[in-house]
C-alpha cells in the first residue's frame, strides 16, 4: 500500500498535454499556479498547493504564467476519496519537505533506499488525508454557506457572481458543496428562502394583500416566480398553502 513507483520535477512548464495514470498522481505546485482541466470540471490551483489526482482520471495542465511542480506517483494509496480534489500545504510546508525528501531518496543510490521510499509514502498519504479533513476545502464551503445566509433575503443578490470571486471552477464548487451539504448552492439557496416563506405564511392574517410582501422580504423581485418556486417546493399555492395552515391550526 501507498508504493511510491515514480517522482519527478518540472521546471518552468506552461501545459502539459492530456493523460491519465494507472496509479494515483499526486501534484505539489512549488511556483505559479494555473489549472488541471477534466472531462466535466476544472480545477485551479496556486503555488503551495498539491493536486490529487486519482487512477485513470484524464486531465491536462495548463498556466499562462508557467509553473513548477514534483510529481509523485503511488500505487495502491489509501485515500478515503475517489475524485481529484486540491489542498494546501501548512504555514510550515511540511507537505512539500516531505516531497522534497522523498525526491532524494528515490533518486539516491543508499542502500536499501526503498525501505525509507516506503515510508515516505506512507507518510505523504496520510498528511493529505490530514489536510484533506480540515482544510482548505471545507473552509470554502463553509464561506459559501455563510455568503448565502447574509444575503439570501436581498432581492438583488446574484450568487453565481459570488461564485466566479472565489478561486475555483464553478463545477468544482457545486460538485463540492453538494458533496458536504447534501444539495447544491442554489438550492441551499432556495431552501433558505423557503423555510423563510413557510414561516411567514403562517403568521400572516390577510394572505391576498401579503404575498407580495412575503414575496420580496424572502429575496425574490417578482411575486409569481416565488408562487411558482413555493408550488414546486410544497405541491400548493402560498395561499392555499397558508389557508390550510389555518384552517390546522382552528
Excluded at 207 to 221: L, R
Aim: aromatic content about 14%; overall charge negative.
Amino acid at each position: 500500500m501507498n508504493n511510491i513507483v515514480y517522482i519527478g520535477k518540472n521546471l518552468i512548464t506552461f501545459s502539459m498535454h492530456r493523460h491519465s495514470h494507472e496509479s494515483w498522481e499526486l501534484i505539489y505546485c512549488t511556483g505559479g499556479s494555473g489549472q488541471f482541466v477534466f472531462d466535466d470540471f476544472t480545477m485551479k490551483y496556486n503555488s503551495g498547493d498539491i493536486a490529487i489526482i486519482p487512477p485513470g482520471a484524464s486531465h491536462m495542465n495548463n498556466s499562462d504564467e508557467g509553473f513548477t511542480n514534483i510529481h509523485i506517483n503511488i500505487k495502491d494509496a489509501t485515500f478515503p476519496f475517489r475524485n481529484p480534489i486540491v489542498i494546501s500545504d501548512d504555514n510550515d510546508n511540511h507537505i512539500l519537505t516531505a516531497f522534497n525528501d522523498a525526491f532524494y531518496y528515490f533518486n539516491s543510490k543508499i542502500h536499501n533506499h526503498q525501505l525509507i521510499i516506503e515510508a515516505f509514502g506512507n507518510l505523504i498519504v496520510n498528511y493529505v488525508i490530514a489536510f484533506q479533513s480540515t482544510k482548505p476545502l471545507r473552509d470554502v464551503v463553509g464561506a459559501i454557506k455563510s455568503n448565502i445566509m447574509q444575503n439570501c433575503t436581498d432581492c438583488d443578490y446574484e450568487l453565481d457572481k459570488y461564485l466566479q470571486t472565489i478561486p475555483f471552477s464553478y463545477d468544482y464548487l457545486r460538485k463540492l458543496f453538494k458533496s458536504e451539504v447534501g444539495m447544491t448552492p442554489h438550492n441551499y439557496l432556495v431552501s433558505l428562502r423557503m423555510q423563510m416563506a413557510e414561516k411567514l405564511l403562517c403568521s400572516v392574517g390577510d394572505i391576498e394583500q401579503n404575498v407580495s410582501q412575503i414575496a420580496y422580504v424572502c429575496g425574490f423581485a417578482e411575486p409569481l416566480y416565488f408562487s411558482r418556486v413555493f408550488k414546486k417546493n410544497f405541491g400548493c399555492s402560498p395561499k392555499h398553502y397558508a389557508e390550510k395552515m389555518k384552517e390546522k391550526g382552528k
